[in-house]
């Protein structure tokens, strides 16, 4: 896919893998519809990035039904007036690490919405506006395809990512209009905690800059590439996941008491931010 002067709408612009994405796709040529939740994060964004001025932005909030439908109407009135967007990339996510016991209701519903429910709507939407030949890329994880332990909302909302994906796939063939799947593992950017950084490198798990897997952005798009996991051993794992899902139970209990310790370093600094919260009141 030749990606010069392509109009390319991006989730979650301004998170760490997002302005990653936007740094690469804006060097291929790229013209950009940055979304995102703060304004002068975007503005910030946008002026940084090369052709400045042919890159636009929408301000909103994914995670709401008024979000994706201001991002419905304005791509509407684009469409009216020539301005056609050629590609979207469902990048905007969030996780937590924490035991499912206890994580409050509301941030399960907030991980599921963000990170699987509004892809698949806005996804639903741009199939009115969306040019042809024109593609979707949803952006993953390697945990969609690994249950892991203190991750299980993500997981599930993950894995629910890649089978839309593999499922719009199969449905929009021969209408013009590809979908891909990028499964990056443990990405060094601000969802992710110190105890989890700190979890990763007691047990030897590897990690990406933002700026690897914006360069398989790229990558997948020139090559057209379905389906792809970034980094080794996992995309190793994700495999074997499918056929032998109990060696890869294995290989993760041995690791269930350090996972368990900073789980509960996790649940202990939770309890004590919350106190103070509570005392400022």
């Known amino acids: 896919m030749q990606l010069q002067q392509k109009v390319i709408m991006l989730t979650g612009a301004s998170g760490g893998i997002g302005n990653a994405i936007a740094e690469e796709l804006a060097q291929a040529g790229c013209y950009l519809v940055l979304i995102g939740r703060d304004y002068s994060k975007l503005e910030q964004l946008k002026a940084s990035l090369d052709n ?16 994706l439908d201001s991002i419905n109407k304005q791509c509407d009135t684009w469409f009216q007036q020539g301005i056609h967007i050629d590609g979207i990339i469902n990048n905007a996510g969030c996780n937590q690490f924490s035991r499912l016991s206890d994580r409050d209701t509301q ?12 892809p698949i709507i806005l996804s639903k939407l741009a199939l009115g506006w969306l040019n042809r030949p024109g593609f979707i890329l949803n952006i993953g994880s390697t945990f969609g395809s690994i249950g892991y332990p203190g991750y299980s909302s993500y997981c599930a909302a993950k894995s629910g990512l890649h089978r839309f994906s593999e499922a719009l796939q199969r449905e929009l063939k021969g209408t013009g209009i590809n ?19 700190k ?29 792809r996991w970034i980094g080794w051993p996992e995309k190793l794992f994700a495999r074997i996941n499918q056929i032998f899902p109990s060696l890869v139970s294995s290989a993760i209990y041995k690791q269930q008491a350090t996972i368990n310790t900073f789980l509960n370093k996790t649940q202990a600094h939770s309890a004590v931010t919350q106190g103070d919260q509570h005392e400022s009141i």
């Open 52 to 67: 400045a001025s042919k890159h636009r932005m929408i301000v909103c909030d994914i995670s709401k039904s008024a979000g």
């Open 107 to 118: 941030s399960i519903v907030d991980e599921l919405t963000i990170n699987l429910t509004s």
């Open 179 to 197: 979908v891909f799947y990028l499964a990056p593992r443990a990405t060094q950017t601000t969802l992710n905690d110190s105890q989890v950084n």
């Open 199 to 227: 979890l990763n490198k007691q047990l030897g798990n590897q990690t990406d800059t933002p700026e690897v897997v914006a360069k398989n952005v790229l990558e997948v798009l020139h090559k057209e590439i379905k389906t």
